[in-house]
DNA sequence: CTGAAAGCGCTTACAG
DNA sequence: CTGAAAGCGCTTACAG
């Protein structure tokens, strides 16, 4: 169906090492033969297998990306990023979503593996796991979003956490917030354990002392997070400001704000990690601390692209900077009711 | 670094025919040879290389899934529905984003195509361009979904989005509404015109008269559809209800009838298409008319499984059911308060 | 500058 | 059952 380089050869008149000097343009070659070469890949529409040229030169220009949940938004411009900086270097990123299956993960990674992509980038589950070291040891680069990874000596790209929490509570201080409260996701978790740190540096640093009393909740999910903000607001007095640790646990707080009739930021401030809501039309706009997903992926496959050209570079975890979206939930005279 | 069949020939001291052989169990092995060959696949953790395998075979067990933008919500779970049955048959779904930019898709193609996948699954923009004719006529089936191809007599998937708005006209109208209004968003988009003419058969029906004074808009955007939005609820008498033609114009609509004070669906009924606030936290949630992504996704990849199966195959279109989401915006007692 | 040949890592008839 | 050989579609020294 599709021609081969042979075919070209043939029809052309020449050799197929020729037509090869003539697309890689490596050996210079007289212009009467590239002319005639030309004109039949135009008229074949001829494409070179991809397939035998990286069985050769060792490379597939194809970089693999494995995402724990397609469907969250945390993702899109995570991927975004990760696909334009890998353009820049004529990499193609293809995108597989294991569904937060372990098992799917180790399939794809097997699949990535016995393709031969050039380099992966993990946004996955189960990174701990077997399976990947399996990956590293095969020696195909990978790096690491999200989260370090322990043991593997492989390159990170993660979001601050911590000086993230401790800005938004700057900010949730500054607008006269005394009592502010911290809705737990999982506690198990470091991330969350990352905010919780930043939530207590912001507490000291505003001179505001730590009150075990606010704190709740120890589990990711709306229902858990429903029950925790529950005691939360119903606490006397009532916290002034509640920030929640995670999307998940945000939107149980918000249904329990509202099943109280509470209205926000009137009778309470509110802010919530990554972004949770970015449905526009929602009312009061949340403030959030976000993570920089798009350049997350776009540092992620730099680093990536670097390791490939040198596999020897020195190891490195690059933590980038989180944004604070000040929006109507925390709105204050004292840091402006930004809405962005 | 990666073990070649070589070297696991050479270590367990048989041809490479024969590791191959135990390896596809095409061809019986002896019992002593295969526990050999076995031992030292584990031994070096050896992975056949794919792309050699396909460069013979001639088919690369892998699809790639062209989407037009990934951040859309529309097109994660028909992501995870093409991913599932493709995993079924021992096929890779690769998904690539092309950002809405024609170039990019361009681009995005070419490269799938010189890598010779089995297939393309395309939920693209620039569909009826040269470069998909190319693909079609270099021999790489494709299945397109969300709108029908004219001319590729390619198999397409797509949703019943005129039955979808009869059906959805026929709840508001079961409700009470009389006065049912349509908020256009780019009208000339096939998609639309066939919801505006679910939309008239739904009113005639109901033995509702057309009225022409009930239409507004001609454009998607947030902004078009709030000044057409606003045109339509300052008529009087106001409308009983509004159906919004897409999820854009939908997010405008919610942003006039708040800014008038409107209360949903107390002084209005509102349904749109697409569902598209999926944000859960939203109140009230509103009545939508969403394409069966999932379902999409499943019966794209599976009809192109069964065109490379049998590339004479008949080319069909298939038209799938869209659901009706009957939630707090257009709450009645007639149709019952609803939420799913 | 151009062509013949070897080789990338596999699979698959074909002999033995 | 097992091995030697040809071939998938390319690239890349190496002669000429």
């Not at 074949?44 to 990286?54: E, K």
């Not at 949770?276 to 540092?299: E, N």
Request: aromatic share 4%; net charge neutral.
């Amino acid at each position: 169906m599709m021609a081969t380089i042979r075919e070209v050869a043939a029809r052309a008149r020449v050799s197929v090492g020729t037509v090869s000097n003539v697309l890689s343009g490596a050996v210079p070659v007289s212009k009467r033969l590239r002319e005639r070469v030309l004109a039949v890949v135009q008229e074949l529409d001829y494409q070179p297998n991809q397939l035998a040229q990286s069985l050769k030169s060792r490379q597939t220009k194809m970089i693999g990306m494995v995402i724990r949940d397609i469907t969250h938004p945390l993702f899109a411009p995570m991927m975004r990023g990760a696909q334009d900086a890998a353009w820049l270097q004529n990499y193609l990123l293809v995108m597989l979503d294991s569904d937060r299956q372990l098992e799917r993960e180790q399939q794809i990674l097997a699949a990535l593996r016995t393709r031969r992509v050039d380099g992966i980038l993990l946004a996955a589950t189960g990174i701990e796991q077997a399976h990947v070291r399996a990956i590293c040891e095969a020696g195909i680069p990978v790096v690491c979003l999200e989260r370090e990874l322990p043991g593997l000596g492989i390159d990170c790209v993660i979001a601050d956490h911590f000086e993230g929490a401790r800005k938004c509570v700057a900010h949730l201080a500054a607008c006269g917030n005394r009592s502010i409260a911290f809705l737990h996701g999982d506690t198990s978790d470091w991330i969350e354990r990352e905010r919780f740190g930043g939530y207590r540096q912001g507490l000291e640093d505003a001179g505001v002392e730590f009150d075990q009393s606010l704190q709740a909740g120890d589990h990711s999910g709306s229902d858990e997070g429903y029950r925790a903000a529950a005691a939360l607001l119903d606490r006397r007095p009532r916290p002034a400001a509640i920030l929640a640790a995670d999307a998940t646990v945000a939107a149980g707080l918000l249904r329990a704000v509202r099943d109280r009739g509470l209205r926000c930021p009137h009778d309470i401030t509110i802010a919530a990690f990554d972004d949770p809501f970015s449905c526009d039309v929602l009312r009061p706009r949340i403030t959030a601390v976000s993570q920089p997903s798009y350049h997350m992926g776009s540092k992620a496959m730099e680093i990536l692209l670097k390791r490939i050209q040198d596999p020897d570079r020195r190891r490195s975890t690059v933590t980038l900077e989180t944004e604070l979206h000040v929006r109507e939930s925390s709105a204050c005279s004292a840091a402006g009711s930004g809405a962005a």
